[in-house]
């Protein structure tokens, strides 16, 4: 009875220490209180890219379209290292896969111990990739898929059908592997009508996590964007359906990234941005800037710094803190609100 009592009271403490972290997470993302380092690292290790597709921005963004020397990258993977960085998300404005060195970016980051994520249209992938891929223990591979219908020229999307083949290629060949497997989904008037059918094909796949989004307003220059209210009804859709366990698998909505709960109070009521809470964009130069978005608003030379608080606290960066709605114009990225002219 003693040996249980003491259980209970260790159980009762971690519990109560774990919600003590909960809760003051909750109001540091509310009060916008910047975390002493950030979670994760964003690399732009590549511009270039095997398609063109017409919601992607990066033909009005300031930067070449090329990869990054390889060189540089790995100048930049010792560096943050160095900082103490462990997570990082290989990428950048083009498709990951389409660099000259794809498996040697993906080797180098897992050999300095860091968890590696990727993002891919997944064309150029195969059983071969996949299965080096798997070996040399990549944590996360995200795929884009906008749509089960074969779509027609009037679609802005991925080439989505073969993708699909790819998809199931690679979870019959995961087994047990811990990697794990997302899919974006851009929300756009051309496929609006199929998003709820496609996390059920999804699910029963068993992938582990559906994220679904729209295009960013400030760069919605082609109108691709669902009318609000059509967009809202839809998201509202999905999460009824995740309350009523629909789903196995994780499907995330902007409605339910930033509205849910307490999320809606989050960042000062969504004024700032929770991509320039935690995470750190560094482009193809060898620059970091606060955000994807931003490829050539430069904070530093990234082999300036010497230590994660002279980055995360550099002047440049508070500034932009302080003064993100200026800097970022409209980008609505983030969160979710009215969109409408």
Same mark, same amino acid.
């Given at each position: 009875?003693?040996?249980?009592?003491?259980?209970?009271?260790?159980?009762?403490?971690? %519990?109560?220490?774990?919600?003590?972290?909960?809760?003051?997470?909750?109001? &540091?993302?509310? !009060?916008? &209180?910047?975390?002493?380092?950030?979670? #994760?690292? &964003?690399?732009?290790?590549?511009?270039?890219?095997?398609?063109? %597709?017409?919601?992607?921005?990066?033909?009005?963004?300031?930067?070449?379209?090329?990869?990054?020397?390889? +060189?540089?990258?790995?100048?930049? !993977?010792?560096? =943050?290292?160095?900082?103490? *960085?462990?997570?990082?998300?290989?990428?950048?404005?083009? /498709?990951?896969?389409?660099?000259?060195?794809?498996?040697?970016?993906?080797?180098?980051?897992?050999?300095?111990?860091?968890?590696?994520?990727?993002?891919? $249209?997944?064309? !150029? !992938? $195969?059983?071969?990739?996949?299965?080096?891929?798997? +070996?040399?223990?990549?944590?996360?591979?995200?795929?884009?898929?906008?749509?089960i219908e074969k779509q027609t020229k009037d679609f802005t999307?991925?080439?989505?059908?073969?993708?699909?083949?790819?998809?199931?290629?690679?979870?019959? =060949?995961?087994?047990?592997?811990?990697?794990?497997?997302?899919?974006?989904?851009?929300?756009?008037?051309?496929?609006?009508? /199929?998003?709820?059918?496609?996390?059920?094909?999804?699910?029963? =796949?068993?992938?582990? #996590?559906?994220? *679904?989004?729209?295009?960013?307003?400030?760069?919605?220059?082609?109108?691709?964007?669902?009318?609000?209210?059509?967009?809202?009804?839809?998201? /509202?859709?999905?999460?009824?359906?995740?309350?009523?366990?629909?789903?196995?698998?994780?499907?995330?909505?902007?409605?339910?990234?930033?509205?849910?709960?307490?999320?809606?109070?989050?960042? #000062?009521?969504?004024?700032?941005?929770?991509?320039?809470?935690?995470?750190?964009?560094?482009?193809?130069?060898?620059?970091?800037?606060?955000?994807? =978005?931003?490829?050539?608003?430069?904070?530093?030379?990234?082999?300036?710094?010497?230590?994660? +608080?002279?980055?995360? $606290?550099?002047?440049?960066?508070?500034?932009?803190?302080?003064?993100?709605?200026?800097?970022?114009?409209?980008?609505?990225?983030?969160?979710?609100?009215?969109?409408?002219?």
């Amino acid at each position: 009875m003693v040996t249980l009592i003491k259980l209970m009271c260790v159980k009762t403490v971690t %519990c109560g220490k774990y919600m003590a972290r909960y809760w003051l997470d909750d109001l &540091q993302r509310i !009060l916008f &209180q910047i975390p002493n380092k950030p979670n #994760m690292i &964003q690399l732009e290790a590549n511009n270039a890219c095997n398609l063109d %597709c017409t919601m992607c921005p990066r033909h009005e963004l300031n930067i070449d379209l090329d990869e990054m020397n390889f +060189d540089l990258y790995s100048d930049t !993977l010792h560096r =943050l290292n160095k900082l103490n *960085i462990k997570e990082i998300d290989i990428g950048g404005w083009g /498709e990951i896969t389409y660099h000259s060195r794809f498996f040697d970016l993906i080797k180098l980051a897992k050999s300095l111990d860091f968890k590696v994520y990727f993002t891919s $249209n997944g064309l !150029l !992938l $195969n059983e071969k990739m996949f299965k080096k891929l798997l +070996d040399i223990g990549l944590d996360g591979i995200t795929l884009s898929i906008d749509s089960i219908e074969k779509q027609t020229k009037d679609f802005t999307g991925h080439i989505n059908v073969p993708v699909w083949k790819k998809l199931r290629l690679f979870l019959s =060949l995961r087994d047990k592997s811990k990697t794990h497997l997302k899919v974006n989904t851009l929300v756009q008037k051309a496929n609006a009508h /199929e998003i709820i059918a496609i996390s059920n094909a999804l699910d029963k =796949l068993e992938v582990d #996590m559906h994220i *679904i989004f729209g295009p960013n307003i400030a760069r919605d220059i082609d109108n691709l964007r669902v009318p609000y209210q059509e967009e809202y009804k839809l998201y /509202e859709t999905i999460e009824s359906l995740k309350e009523n366990k629909h789903w196995k698998m994780i499907v995330s909505t902007p409605l339910g990234r930033y509205h849910k709960d307490k999320r809606r109070y989050h960042f #000062m009521l969504g004024e700032r941005c929770p991509q320039t809470w935690q995470n750190i964009y560094v482009n193809r130069i060898g620059y970091v800037t606060p955000c994807t =978005l931003l490829p050539d608003w430069h904070i530093d030379k990234l082999s300036n710094i010497k230590s994660i +608080d002279q980055l995360w $606290n550099h002047p440049k960066y508070k500034d932009f803190r302080r003064n993100q709605k200026h800097y970022c114009n409209g980008c609505d990225a983030m969160k979710f609100d009215k969109h409408d002219k």
